[in-house]
């Protein structure tokens, strides 16, 4: 064993510099650390493990898959460690960013059993480990060039189904090349030109990456289907206010047509000094007026029906609500993401308030603007104490995973260059979401 020997085997590790780059590319609004100390964390792992393998290729005379592949789960544990996206979507990056380098690593294994035949099985070339490199950094310059096209995917598609199916792809392509080397050079031809290995590479991989591109464009109809389904939804939310409003319109132009009777009843208490009567009928007839009338939170339209709708939901579930909604008019932030973040705010207030009996169910919302251009939302529920949490936040009570409710306010929050937090006592939940207007 020599120094030169190891240095020989060292550059076959280079290729994991693209593949994290590629990794964290799609991730930069999730990492938890700084960019600086992300790259810190991976360089201490890294570098060590480079060295270490190296060595151990060389003490045991083995080839680069049987360190490499123990490795990747480990290195997918410190990745995990590192951004706050949630265990589909973290998983389906690597997975896939893993999948993607192994057609670097069997082409640079094809041109290595070229170039060397005799020396191939024992030894991999440096010429192959440069080659291998410079076609892994070719990846990871695709991946930047559709970094953004990922990250709104991660950010915006919060189907974990959807995301575990490309897992399962990706890793068939990745258990396909890895089971896929040869073990003896002369299995690159098999009795055909050497050239159709890497057509064969170049179609497998051009395959993977139309399934990517379709995964891509089936993620926004997906998503716009939602948006449309929202619309929807809050459409009907106006229709059913705009009803509300007409039947009041309708009582109270029959209030003023039948006022002149309520004139002549107060003339006769009042010329008979009956004060407590002129009273009684004016408190009457002012709670006839006031009791059909819809409920105004703010100018928007759309976001008035969804509060009336919710308070009509809280009033039928025995739930004492103190709202006070202020928010900017004209609207400076999309009506859809204030109408998605206002009705999981609610609904989850409200189921909060269902698992308790009657009587002990509260709800207070506060928004208001400060500075001008800041809204500050502050949500209270009471609610039985239950909860699930871990190092990620809060999990649903209903299902497995995450509260896809408290996620979609965070995502809202995140998009509007702010932050949301959520605790809880033994009786109550805490919304705090801070958005810029």
């Known amino acids: 064993m020599s120094v030169r020997e190891w240095l020989e085997i060292l550059p076959q590790y280079f290729v994991l510099f693209p593949t994290a780059l590629s990794c964290y590319l799609p991730m930069r609004g999730q990492l938890r650390f700084t960019p600086a100390k992300t790259a810190g964390l991976c360089l201490g792992v890294v570098l060590p493990y480079m060295a270490l393998g190296a060595w151990a290729q060389m003490a045991f005379h083995i080839q680069m898959n049987p360190v490499l592949l123990p490795a990747l789960p480990v290195f997918f544990l410190l990745y995990r460690r590192t951004v706050t996206a949630d265990l589909p979507r973290a998983l389906a990056v ?54 953004r096209q990922i990250r709104w995917m991660i950010d915006n598609l919060d189907f974990p189904k959807v995301w575990y199916s490309t897992i399962g792809l990706s890793a068939v392509f990745l258990a396909v090349n890895v089971a896929a080397v040869p073990d003896a050079p002369e299995m690159y031809y098999a009795g055909q030109p050497f050239h159709l290995f890497p057509l064969l590479e170049g179609c497998a991989l051009a395959l993977l990456v139309c399934v990517y591109v379709l995964f891509y464009q089936g993620s926004r109809l997906m998503l716009e289907r939602a948006r449309l389904e929202q619309r929807t939804q809050l459409l009907e939310l106006q229709s059913h206010q705009y009803q509300a409003l007409q039947e009041h319109m309708r009582q109270t132009a029959r209030l003023r047509h039948d006022f002149r009777h309520s004139l002549r009843l107060l003339s ?109 939302i502050v949500s209270t529920n009471s609610f039985n104490g239950h909860v699930r949490k871990g190092k990620n936040g809060y999990y649903s009570t209903r299902h497995d995973g995450r509260g896809i409710g408290l996620a979609s306010i965070a995502a809202v929050a995140e998009k509007y260059n702010g932050s949301a937090r959520f605790s809880n006592s033994d009786t109550e939940f805490f919304i705090d979401v801070v958005l810029r207007v």
């Open 94 to 147: 690597y997975v896939g960013v893993c999948a993607v380098q192994t057609f670097p690593a069997q082409l640079a294994n094809a041109l290595d059993a070229h170039l060397h035949p005799l020396t191939w099985a024992d030894k991999f070339s440096v010429e192959a480990a440069l080659f291998q490199l410079a076609l892994g950094s070719l990846m990871a310059a695709l991946a930047f060039l559709v970094r």
């Open 268 to 376: 006769a208490l009042a010329e008979r000094e009956d004060l407590a009567g002129v009273r009684s009928h004016l408190a009457e007839y002012e709670r006839t007026l006031t009791e059909k009338a819809p409920a105004s939170y703010c100018a928007n339209a759309a976001l008035n029906a969804l509060f009336g709708y919710y308070e009509e939901m809280a009033a039928s579930a025995q739930i004492k609500i103190d709202w006070k909604i202020q928010l900017p008019d004209p609207l400076t932030v999309s009506e859809l993401d204030l109408a998605s973040l206002f009705g999981n705010l609610l609904e989850n207030g409200i189921k909060g308030c269902r698992t308790l009996p009657e009587g002990k169910r509260r709800f207070s919302l506060t928004t208001e603007l400060r500075q001008g251009n800041s809204l500050y």
